[in-house]
């Protein structure tokens, strides 16, 4: 502290700076708690959507098994079904985070292959290969979030320890000095002037 000059200034300014200091931390702290529920809340639908993808990617390699198996190879049949091109990218902001908003504007699943030579097997694998990729925009967009949440929640939870354990207690031990060095510095004028009184009124 021996670098800090005890003046009135220099205390008003540290004390403004102390304040900040630990507005910036509840700020900080606040957001952090905002992030982790935020998180925690994607996680849990992640874990669930996941659950459910697995199911729908088994439903639908067991049917176009049996489709395989009923009509053949289904590899020239599969080119028959278009490119899906009606994903769009937006965003959103949480607590200054953005995290991606994915829209998959599909149409419904349509027939693009011949029925004489299909089965309905075939059908249940093509609904079930388009839930899949329904619920994988939902998937990637949930992870994407979860991944710029956590980066987020590192940063934040950095910026408020050095906060918490620096800054503030630098500022608190300044403001105590100066303090201190004041209140000595009273004093001894205090004294003086006792001194300067008495000597003038014996005179």
Known sequence: MAAVIPTKGNLLSTK???ALA??????L?????ILLREIMQLCDEAEKLRAEIDDTYTQAYTAL???NLTIGICDEIAKAVPVERGLELDARSVMGVELPILRLNASPPALHYGLSATSSQLDRAYICFDNVKRQTVRLAEMENSIYRLATAIRKTGRRANALKNIIIPRNEAAVKYITDALDEKEREDYSR??????????E
């Open 22 to 27: 630990r507005l910036g931390f509840e700020l």
């Open 29 to 33: 702290d606040r957001k952090r708690n």
């Open 193 to 202: 002037l006792k001194v300067i009184r008495k000597r003038k009124s014996e």
């Open 16 to 18: 403004k700076s102390l």
């Open 65 to 67: 098994q049996n489709a």
